[in-house]
């Protein structure tokens, strides 16, 4: 996946699962942080293959993966405030897409 590069980090998040029954399922999911600067992050084949396979759910005519990967950004600068030991304003921007891992 590439990103316009920033200063900050990239926060990557992938998930799946799968329902064995009505009420059980199994699932997996990942995390990986990257230097926001690089502008790109390739998530490792032996990742990947260790998420389950996902479904596709319908219900009323709308269609739903049950596999997601999510890209983020996460800046930080710190202030001062009066009657506070530590200030900081974080920002988080997160893209997620559902999407299939067969």
Do not use: H
Request: hydrophobic fraction near 40%.
């Amino acid at each position: 996946m590439d990103w316009t590069p920033f200063s900050g980090d990239a926060w990557i998040f992938g998930s799946s699962y799968q329902s064995l029954t009505g009420q059980e399922a199994v699932g997996a999911g990942f995390f990986c942080l990257a230097n926001g600067s690089t502008g790109s992050f390739t998530v490792p084949a032996a990742i990947l293959e260790l998420l389950p396979a996902s479904e596709t759910i319908s219900e009323d005519g709308v269609s739903v993966e049950t596999g997601a990967l999510a890209v983020g950004l996460t800046m930080r600068e710190e202030c001062e405030a009066t009657g506070l030991d530590v200030c900081s304003l974080d920002y988080t921007d997160l893209q997620l897409k559902q999407l299939g891992y067969r």
